[in-house]
T-cell receptor, first 113, second 110 residues
């Protein structure tokens, strides 16, 4: 069964450093998303991406964040200058139809020291 | 962005019990309401979803009940098992995003 994959599974970085989180969505999906989950809290929407551009973003997704689909398979989330409060699980998701089922990857646990 | 209120925050039942988790949502232009199951250290996995043209949907031991006029939907787990112990999230769709409830940590005791 096709699944969303994410790398790395864990990332530790120093405050102020740039990190890139990588995702490979399910191959025939058209809609791509990033969510984050601070430990013990709910899953929060960051950004959605369709047709090679951002279609929606939350207030969390400020100028420090960017997304890119550099080729036909990868979907990346970049945090330019990490802050302590960026420590969280980051989940990539993809879907075939807007507003319907989103399939989540296993997540990247980011720890900012 | 819409709000989704989920309750209870945590739930402990005995094996075979029927835990019920409730969600209330605000307005939505979409007609698709999923429940996700999340095990520790894993990503949310779609469990079951419903469209409001029906009031109930069953898949195996999992049932969603939907009350469109009240803007509420609930998850029932029949004959719950210890392997069902996980965190459950309801979600409501918005444009290009899911808004998740705060989650219910379910523990099914043997």
């Amino acid at each position: 069964e096709p699944e969303v994959t994410q790398t790395p599974s864990h990332q530790v970085t120093q405050m102020g450093q740039e990190v890139i989180l990588r995702c490979v969505p399910i191959s025939n999906h058209l809609y791509f998303y990033w969510y984050r989950q601070i430990l013990g809290q709910k899953v929060e929407f960051l950004v959605s991406f369709y047709n090679n551009e951002i279609s929606e973003k939350s207030e969390i997704f400020d100028d420090q964040f960017s997304v890119e689909r550099p080729d036909g398979s990868n979907f990346t989330l970049k945090i330019r200058s990490t802050k302590l409060e960026d420590s969280a699980m980051y989940f990539c998701a993809s879907g075939q139809v807007d507003g319907e089922t989103q399939y989540f990857g296993p997540g990247t646990r980011l720890l900012v020291l | 962005q819409q709000q989704v209120k989920q309750s209870p925050q945590s739930l402990i039942v005995q094996k075979g019990g029927i835990p019920i988790i409730n969600c209330a949502y605000e307005n939505t232009a979409f007609d698709y309401f999923p429940w996700y199951q999340q095990f520790p250290g894993k990503g949310p996995a779609l469990l079951i979803a419903i469209r409001p043209d029906v009031s109930e949907k069953k898949e195996g031991r999992f049932t969603i009940s939907f009350n469109k006029s009240a803007k509420q939907f609930s998850l029932h787990i029949m004959d719950s098992q210890p392997g069902d112990s996980a965190t459950y999230f309801c979600a409501a769709p918005g444009r290009r995003a899911l808004t998740f409830g705060s989650g219910t940590r379910l523990q099914v005791q043997p």
